[in-house]
């Protein structure tokens, strides 16, 4: 049993590069979002699904979009990167609202 | 979404019982609190989730008064390996705004 599966690991991007992260679940879970972690700070929401089909903005969400491409995956992506968005980012899934979050291992992104 | 306080930073010893305490003042009636613990490069994990009065599991034990203003979590005899950053977490309380917030954490350091 996977979990959360994160790809790639590491990612170094030029300044306006874009890409685009991969995320999975494989717990058939409703809820999927991304969170990125800057150093010495807790994680901020980007983007959450709630459901399969539906996306909504979280605290950050500019300069990313988002897909949720069927119950198991949501993608991030950057159209064209910049140095502010090196960070951690972490994806995480839930049965539901009221449930814990299963995080992924996470993405660490720089942008030079 | 209820905001959170937490102390930044904790140090204890090895074999104590350690407890860290969570303001959420303007919790909302449904929301439910959520510990989560966070080890350096390493996605957060799902301790305990409560909603009133008292929650254990094996791991930990969280304490909510009536007030539902506060909680508590408690961990039991610590270790070295619980050296982590803990989150506390208000929401989950039903409609579109299910998103998690997550704070600065504490940083628990546990020493020999």
């Known amino acids: 049993n996977a979990g959360v599966t994160q790809t790639p690991k590491f990612q170094v991007l030029k300044t306006g590069q874009s890409m685009t992260l991969q995320c999975a679940q494989d717990m058939n879970h409703n809820s999927m979002y991304w969170y990125r972690q800057d150093p010495g700070m807790g994680l901020r929401l980007i983007y959450y699904?709630?459901?399969?089909?539906?996306?909504d903005k979280g605290e950050v969400p500019n300069g990313y979009n988002v897909s949720r491409l069927n119950k198991r995956e949501f993608s991030l992506r950057l159209e064209s990167a910049a140095p502010s968005q090196t960070s951690v980012y972490f994806c995480?899934?839930?049965?539901?609202?009221?449930?814990?979050?299963?995080f992924g291992s996470g993405t660490r992104l720089t942008v030079v | 979404l209820a905001k959170t306080t937490q102390p930044i930073s904790m140090d204890s010893y090895e074999g104590q019982e350690v407890n860290i305490t969570c303001s959420h003042n303007n919790i909302a009636t449904n929301d439910y609190i959520t510990w989560y613990q966070q080890f350096p490069s390493q996605g957060p994990r799902f301790i305990i989730q409560?909603?009133?009065t008292k929650v254990t599991n094996e791991v930990a034990s969280l304490f909510i008064p009536a007030d539902r203003k506060s909680s508590t979590l408690s961990l039991p005899r610590v270790s070295l390996s619980d050296t982590a950053v803990y989150y506390c977490l208000v929401g989950g309380g039903g409609g579109a705004t299910n998103k998690l917030i997550f704070g600065t954490g504490t940083l628990l350091a546990v020493q020999p």
């Open positions: 995480a899934s839930s049965v539901g609202q009221n449930y814990g979050y299963t």
């Open positions: 699904s709630a459901s399969e089909g539906t996306t």
């Open positions: 409560g909603y009133k």
